[in-house]
Nanobody, 123 residues
Framework: QVQLVESGGGLVQAGGSLRLSCAAS????????MGWFRQAPGKEREFVAT????????YYADSVKCRFTISRDNAKNTVLLQMNSLKPEDTADYYC????????????????WGQGTQVTVSS
């Protein structure tokens, strides 16, 4: 059974940092690219960042570029999202997901999803 479990969310002031973690189990983690998405109340789920199977070719949404960094540790079956210079508009539930297809920002192309972790940025 494939499981993705996010952690690391919380409440932070604007300008602060958080590091999200996603622990994967149930299949060979290094065979799958990973992505982070977020969904704010009343809004559609939006792409945040993605990384390929070996940890290369990180790709970011324009809204988080230069502030967020995605990385992975295949030995620990973990993908991370370091979030710096957080803004109130970053407030959302954050989800990790995996994909088998070439790089895409479309959430429909991602197969397995975690349950999400909440991030709240106060002004």
């Amino acid at each position: 059974q494939v499981q993705l479990v996010e952690s690391g969310g919380g409440l932070v002031q604007a300008g602060g940092s958080l590091r999200l973690s996603c622990a994967a189990s149930g299949r060979t983690f290094s065979n799958y690219a990973m992505g982070w998405f977020r969904q704010a109340p009343g809004k559609e789920r939006e792409f945040v960042a993605t990384i390929n199977r070996s940890g290369g070719l990180p790709y970011y949404a324009d809204s988080v570029k230069c502030r967020f960094t995605i990385s992975r540790d295949n030995a620990k079956n973990t993908v991370l999202l370091q979030m710096n210079s957080l803004k109130p508009e970053d407030t959302a539930d954050y989800y990790c997901a995996d994909r088998e297809v070439p790089r895409t920002t479309n959430p429909l192309e991602y197969k397995y999803w975690g349950q999400g972790t909440q991030v709240t940025v106060s002004s």
